[in-house]
């Protein structure tokens, strides 16, 4: 199903090429976007809010447009099943959520270590014991620091841009690093809205693992002898250090990302109102809630400007530092308890006293707009009584 | 075995008398579990843990320890000391970078479901490249899954955290999770002098009964009781239920702040606080950074040393207080993403403040100089 | 976007240099290339080359698997441009065949290893050296090392994006550019060929 | 001074039941002609394994 | 495999070392080699950093010289002693974790199916017993039921070694080591068995002190895996080091063990297997 | 108790020949001896003649340092391999060592060194010294396994960071009891060495023996001096 169409430069079809309205599911942009994406091989295990995307993947196989499928046993035997099928040259995808994603953990940074393009959704969901089903991103803040690409999806629209959009980026000779493309469970993958998808017939070109920087493992790649992880065996300054430099140069992937991030998906960031002295700084579905809040702020009389942050991993810095350089404050609403995305914003910034970490709802709470609207006015308030700016 | 009399923890902590020895950090953790009156321990294989595992099979055979065994995956070892705990013994366990990973699914719901199980993590590097050398890395991926985190400076630390852990973690007000944090092989491997407790004295052992939850036993109220039965219901109450009760979980570990700081004395220690530059870290690094302090004061450099001694509950006050009269902060770490200069530069006003350097990982040793260049750099 | 000041330069920089894309160098778009951290044209960088290679004491060339085995078509032709080259110049070619860790040890005198390039780089005394025909992971893990420890300028010939850890760096590299890269080679000596 | 396999070529029958009991690749070679096999003795670890299988008593760790 | 793989770029030969000249010139790539000409042609395995007298080593080195087509080849190892070894293989091979061989060379198994639709592209597992019987065993066990075209052979050591000795689910009932300090509680676990149940086609429990049927099995088990359906070789492997034998005593406790009946061949060929193995082994 | 300098001391060996078990009855003994000492052992997965390093940090000021000795005043050198045959990851074998500071290698005769490293050593004013730590092992002791005792009695004839008599004790504490907690691979071969002796009393007298052997065996070699043939 993939060679049948050519299209030469997907990346800017995708960003300026016609597009066409459907009412459809979250669950269904994904299997819309995996659809054109050229996708050899996906692996399939249930977990809700998932389970319903792979589902539909499993249908595209059963149409042909995908080669192989299968449900494996757990969530890590998947990942590591998808990670031999990228080592073995093929581009894959799967889908996993909250428990789902703590149970692969381990394999994450294998797959960035190895420097491979796997694309995975995560729908997020509740972590903890008692064991909760419902939309909370708190398995985002786990995996900050596991070498993939992040990027968070406000809505179906985006999630299935951003899917084909990750593999145009993760793909990158310079970057070749693992992308997972984050959307909240329910809140996104169970929604039904319109959305613009690309022409029926719109496909990525398929993957071609010469392009990789390191070698496949199907014995048609020099070096013949190649050995995945192979600084094991020796213990002393030199192989401690070729293996801090491995990981350097996996950060280093991810920092090159950023040219291909804004070439493939407009920016890190899009900053509404620029130039505000109040920012609501959010990502995933807190933005849409976000734009409720400033919707209802304007009926105020009070504006307020607002960041989407598209790419946690890599992490905008310094497009926020700019974005808020005349900032009074900035609201960052969450759906999670830890407060991971506060905690990335304070430390990026200088005069953290401006950085309000709130509002947080979480387990499977809704974000109502006026609870963010409220936390904005009491920042404004609060900075009036100290006589402050 | 030689017969124990159980004693009052503090007494046990602040008043027996210590005796000497030169060991390794494994070492340590046999004298720790040794007196820490553990009725089970479930051991797994995995480099550099597994020495300190062997030693504490080795006093299960003495009979210092009541029930032992090695489980099939660590995901299964946590999975057995959830519903050791969750059956009301005192149990423990250790384990280490891509162990720690494998399990990672279990650390969340022993902080949901209560559990006061105390982990040593031997931390290491985590696939991919594979490595077995000290990293911290691991500490990152767990700030959020509601264990308390102590971090360990070395084999004496080591030795004490464990047994406060206990008592802490017990606590009903606080009865969640303790990690205990070691750097691998600088800690566990590095024979060095630990003062440890008179072999005949022992913590006074766990009491189900006072737990904020019912123990799984049949032997008390309700009859009809089930962990976590939330899932079944989707609307507003439930949901305002599962996040009052992860509150409840950040509430334990705040509470927790007192306890921790009953037994360590503090959340962090300073020497030097008025210093322009502090250098702020945990776990080996501060032993790096010592030797880097006693050189750049020996050279005219002032700077001040801020030992963070619990990660969660991360002592923001404290830091926040202080680095509001610092200068420059340096913060050295042995890990590749600076997950500690993050969380400092979270809690303070003025994150540029920060260095988050200097930082190696991989196995790498962090010679004192390149701390020493730090201060230099910003003399 | 990001400012960079940051200096790609001849070590030795120290125990664990950061890599260069973390300090906000940039690699070049297609027909340019990189030196020292900052993008030039191809041009520039290719007469940087040739002299670089002309006024060093000892150049050596590392090709790795890619141009070591003639694996599929075209890589013969590559791998005899890059002799020519190398015969222009006056260079040794240190061959590195494959990326493990190798038990016990390499021969430093006839090998390169991307785990421990700077055992070859000391042992033989190199002043410049020229990767190509390595994969660009382990590539930029060794350029990484060369940086930090020894005083070695490095260049690399690549085929596919560049790479910023280089001193200099060409992309999309191909026969062409070693051919053009011997023109100015013999040119810099005066016009001798062979 | 290190130790290494030693081959009695008088012995030795050159039925290479030693060169399928080495852990070690390349330790012993063949050779065709003279029905024997020799030792590379940098590469042997001396583990004495080989001495253990010659039906002619033809090996020896020294 | 390309054919040019091995082929040394024109002009380069020499500067090539030696070990890779000889791979070149002398080494089992389309050979059909077999353990019967160990001793003259270039191994695929190169000096490696195992103890003296492993009996791991010494399985490892007659697998890989009992591969049909080491060619087309590729490895998936798991963590352990032989994972030391295996950067020393001339051949791809991947470690990815402890005890996730199987799904990752499901992975790779069915990618090079689609990559190289008209190639036989062998993937072969081979690990230890703690990564095969205990921490992997489900997915071991998943790749058979899902009948999984690839081999797996376990290099059993009867311990988790490469970590310092403790014990695993394949070591003997009674067994004193690390982890098990007042001796083993439960059997050595069955696998072989559970293989056979489990669907295998091909199963079979071999050692090095059998070379020639060590690599009838390893040869069997690969080909059976190409056509018909999941294999597995258990290899006893005997630790030196952790059981505290000689090392030169490797060979010799296996047969001591066979005589006390406490360790037996054993080889389970479905029919659908056998009736295949009749027509290429007629051939030959 | 005594007032000594920093002495941070790395031993470079081969897997197997006790480089771990020498740091460890060194730096013990000079916890006897009421000095700060560190002992840490190479980290990692070696096996049997794969290069292989410990570490021991001696002050009677408090060590806090951990991890590898980059910089030392003293290396020794387990086996002439480390040198001759590369079998060492530092270039050169050297490689950090202070000023004034000493290399004991174990070697019947003096290694052709290198012109390059030569003037190095002599820019350092390193001192060089030569034991044949395993001959005498094998002489006195009778197996080669106590090389690394012989190494400590080189070391001890250069400079006495310990006494004697907490060398001695040191060793009874490390093969009398059954409290060491050694490795898969270093137990095998303590049970080795230790079946040579009929009591453990007798190997530790052989081991004192052998240090003394070991000192009266050095010999000092001047890097300055070589450099001019």
């Avoid at chain 2, 501060?286 to 990660?311: N, P």
């Amino acid at each position: 199903m993939c060679s049948d169409n050519n299209f030469d430069d997907p990346g800017a079809m995708l960003l300026n090429g016609p597009r066409t309205r459907a009412f459809i599911t979250g669950s269904e942009a994904v299997c819309e976007a995996v659809k054109r994406a050229c996708v050899d091989m996906a692996i399939a295990y249930p977990i809700t809010p998932q389970s319903e995307s792979m589902h539909l993947i499993g249908d595209l196989y059963a149409k042909g447009y995908i080669k192989d499928y299968y449900r494996a046993e757990n969530e890590f035997a998947v990942m590591a099943a998808v990670h031999g099928a990228a080592l073995g040259g093929g581009r894959v995808f799967t889908a996993t959520s909250g428990p789902g994603t703590l149970r692969a953990m381990e394999m994450f940074p294998v797959w960035a270590g190895a420097r491979q393009p796997i694309v995975c959704a995560f729908m997020c969901r509740g972590v903890s014991l008692p064991p909760s089903i419902q939309p909370e991103n708190i398995e985002m803040g786990m995996l900050l620091d596991t070498g993939m690409l992040m990027f968070h999806a406000e809505n179906g629209q985006d999630f299935h841009d951003m899917i084909l959009q990750a593999y145009l980026i993760a793909e990158q000779t310079d970057v070749h690093l693992p992308a997972g493309v984050f959307a909240d469970g329910f809140f996104v993958t169970h929604t039904r809205e319109e959305m613009m998808l690309p022409p029926e017939d719109f496909r990525l070109l398929p993957y071609d693992s010469n392009l990789a920087p390191v070698p496949t493992f199907d014995m048609e790649t020099p070096p013949m002898r190649i050995t995945r992880d192979p600084l094991l065996n020796k213990s002393n300054f030199i192989s401690s250090s070729a293996n801090a430099s491995w990981h350097q140069e996996i950060l280093a992937a991810a920092e090159r990302a950023r040219k291909h991030i804004r070439r493939f998906m407009g920016g890190l960031i899009e900053v509404e109102n620029p130039g505000s002295k109040v920012f609501i700084a959010a990502s995933g579905t807190a933005v849409s809630q976000s734009r409720e809040a400033i919707r209802i702020l304007q009926g105020e009389g009070i504006d307020a400007g607002l960041i989407k942050i598209k790419s946690i991993r890599p992490f905008p810095e310094q497009e926020l530092k700019d974005a808020v350089e005349g900032a009074d404050h900035i609201i960052v609403p969450e759906f999670n308890a830890g407060g991971w995305l506060a905690r990335e914003i304070r430390a990026s910034l200088d005069r953290n006293t401006r950085v309000t970490a709130g509002p947080r709802v979480f387990g499977g709470m809704t974000m109502p707009p006026w609870l963010i609207a409220d936390e904005v006015k009491s920042a404004i308030q609060a900075a009036k009584v100290n006589g402050g700016n | 075995m030689i017969e124990q009399k159980i004693v009052d923890p503090d007494y046990l902590f602040f008043e027996a008398q210590r005796t000497s020895q030169y060991i390794t950090g494994s070492e340590a953790v046999r004298e720790a579990i040794k007196r820490a009156n553990v009725d089970m321990a479930i051991a797994y294989p995995i480099t550099p843990q597994s020495e300190s595992m062997h030693l504490v099979g080795d006093i299960y055979a003495e009979g210092y320890v009541k029930e032992y065994l090695r489980g099939e995956n660590e995901f299964a070892v946590m999975s057995s000391v959830a519903g050791a705990s969750m059956a009301g013994v005192r149990v423990f366990t250790a384990t280490g970078g891509p162990g720690t990973m494998r399990a990672f699914e279990v650390f969340p719901t022993w902080a949901g479901a209560r559990l006061p199980v105390v982990c040593a993590f031997m931390t290491r590097g985590i696939n991919s490249p594979l490595t077995i050398q000290p990293d911290t890395i691991e500490m990152a991926y767990l700030l959020e899954t509601g264990i308390l985190m102590l971090h360990a400076e070395n084999a004496q630390d080591l030795h004490d955290m464990l047994l406060m852990a206990f008592m802490v973690a017990e606590k009903t007000d606080v009865h969640i999770p303790v990690g205990v944090f070691a750097d691998g092989f600088f800690v566990t491997h590095t024979r060095d002098r630990v003062d440890t407790l008179p072999e005949d004295l022992k913590l006074p052992g766990y009491d189900p009964y006072t737990a904020p939850v019912p123990v799984m036993d049949m032997e008390n109220v309700p009859v009809r009781q089930m962990r976590d039965p939330f899932v079944m219901k989707s609307n507003f109450m439930s949901y305002a239920c599962h996040a009052s009760w992860q509150q409840e979980i950040d509430a334990a570990a705040e509470r927790s702040r007192k306890y921790l700081r009953q037994y360590l004395g503090s959340l962090i220690d300073v020497e030097n606080e008025d210093s322009d530059i502090l250098v702020i870290t945990s776990g080996t690094a501060v032993s790096q950074s010592r030797e880097a302090i006693i050189t750049a004061r020996e050279q005219g450099l002032d700077a001040g040393l801020v030992k963070i001694k619990t990660i969660r509950p991360f002592p923001g006050e404290e830091i926040r207080a202080l680095a509001s009269k610092a200068k420059k902060i340096i913060v050295p770490e042995f890990n590749r993403v600076g997950w500690l200069a993050k969380e400092i530069r979270n809690v303070i006003d003025e994150p540029r403040k920060v260095v988050g350097a200097p930082r190696v990982f991989g196995g790498m040793t962090m010679p004192p100089e390149l701390i020493l260049d730090e201060i230099r750099r910003i003399r | 976007m990001r400012d960079s000041t940051y200096k790609v330069a001849a070590g030795p920089e120290g125990y664990l240099p950061p890599a260069a894309a973390v300090m906000g160098v940039e690699l070049p778009d297609p027909g340019q290339a990189i030196m020292e951290g900052e993008c030039v044209d191809q041009d520039t960088a290719m007469k940087a080359i040739a002299s670089k290679l002309v006024s060093a004491e000892n150049p050596v060339f590392f090709p790795g698997p890619l141009i070591l085995w003639d694996w599929k078509p075209g890589v013969a032709e590559k791998a005899a441009a890059l002799k020519d080259l190398a015969e222009a110049v006056g260079a040794k070619m240190i061959p590195m065949p494959d990326y493990r860790p190798k038990y016990p040890m390499i021969n430093p005198a006839i090998e390169v290893n991307p785990n421990h390039p700077n055992l070859t780089i000391v042992h033989n005394k190199i002043d410049v050296c020229l990767f190509i025909g390595v994969h660009c992971h382990y590539a930029n893990i060794a350029l990484k090392i060369i940086r930090g420890g020894t005083d070695c300028y490095t260049i690399a010939v690549c085929a596919e994006a560049g790479h910023e850890e280089a001193m200099i760096s060409l992309r999309d590299a191909g026969i062409c550019e070693l051919q053009r890269l011997r023109e100015l080679v013999i040119e810099l000596k005066g016009g001798m060929s062979r | 001074m290190y130790l290494s396999a030693r081959v009695d070529k008088e012995k030795c029958i050159g039925c290479r039941l030693c060169i399928t009991s080495c852990p070690e690749p390349n330790v012993f070679k063949f050779l065709p002609e003279e029905k024997l096999v020799e030792v590379n003795d940098s590469r042997c670890k001396a583990c004495g394994l080989c001495t253990t299988v010659c039906p002619k008593d033809a090996l020896k760790i020294s | 495999m390309k054919t040019g793989m091995l082929k040394i770029s024109p002009g380069f030969e020499d500067i090539m070392p030696e070990e890779y000249r000889e791979l070149v010139d002398n080494g089992p790539y389309g050979k059909n080699y077999g353990i019967g000409d160990l001793g003259s042609f270039k191994e695929l395995l190169e000096e490696h950093p195992l103890c003296a007298g492993c009996g791991l080593a010494l399985s490892l080195r007659l697998t890989l010289a009992s591969l049909p087509m080491p060619e087309e080849t590729v490895i998936v190892g798991s963590t352990g002693c032989s994972a030391l070894a295996f950067p020393q293989v001339a051949l791809h091979n991947i470690h990815s974790l402890f005890g996730n061989q199987n799904a990752v060379a499901t992975g790779v198994k069915r990618a090079l199916k689609l990559r190289f639709p008209d190639k036989e592209k062998d993937v072969v597992v081979i690990a230890g017993d703690g990564a095969t019987a205990d921490i992997g065993l489900d997915m071991v066990m998943q790749s058979w039921l899902r009948r999984e075209n690839i081999t797996t052979i376990m290099l059993d050591n009867e311990a988790y070694a490469n970590t310092g000795g403790q014990e695993s689910g394949m070591s003997m009932p009674g067994t004193v080591l690390n982890m098990a300090p007042t001796g083993k509680k439960f059997p050595k676990l069955s696998l072989p068995e559970i293989a056979h149940t489990s669907g295998c086609d091909y199963v079979a429990a071999v050692s090095p002190a059998k070379p020639k049927q060590l690599a009838k099995a390893v040869r069997r088990a690969i080909l059976v895996a190409r056509k018909i359906g999941p294999t597995y070789v258990q290899i006893f492997s005997p630790c030196p080091t952790n059981y505290k034998l000689n090392p030169k005593e490797t060979v010799s406790v296996i047969r001591q063990r066979e005589k006390d009946g406490l360790y037996q061949t054993k080889e389970f060929i479905s029919e659908e297997a056998q009736a295949f193995l009749n027509t290429v082994e007629e051939k030959k | 108790m005594k007032s000594i300098e920093k002495n941070f001391i790395r031993m470079s060996g081969l897997g197997g020949q006790g480089a771990v078990t020498a740091a460890h009855i060194l730096g013990s003994a000079a916890n006897k001896d009421g000095l700060e000492s560190t002992v840490n052992p190479f980290f990692g997965a070696e096996k049997r003649l794969a290069p292989a390093e410990s570490y021991v940090r001696i002050s009677s000021q408090k060590v806090y340092e951990k991890g590898e000795v980059l910089y030392p005043n003293t290396i020794m050198i387990f086996h002439p391999h480390v040198i001759t045959m590369g079998k060492c990851y530092t270039m050169p074998f050297f490689d950090g060592l202070q000023e004034g500071g000493v290399l004991l290698i174990n070697s019947d005769e003096p290694l052709s060194l290198r012109d390059e490293d030569l003037r190095l050593l002599a820019d350092l004013k390193a001192k060089i010294y030569y034991v044949p730590a395993t001959k005498i092992a094998t002489e006195v002791a009778g197996s080669e396994l106590s090389t690394n005792i012989a190494m400590l009695g080189g070391l001890y004839g250069i400079k006495k960071l310990t006494s004697i008599k907490s060398l001695k004790e040191s060793m009874m504490e490390r093969f009398g009891g059954g409290k060491f907690v050694a490795s898969g691979s270093t137990a095998a071969l303590d049970d080795a060495v230790k079946g040579k002796f009929a009591k453990v009393s007798q190997m530790i007298e052989k081991n004192m023996e052998l240090i003394e052997a070991a000192g009266a065996a050095l010999t000092e070699f001047c890097p300055a001096e070589e450099k001019e043939d």
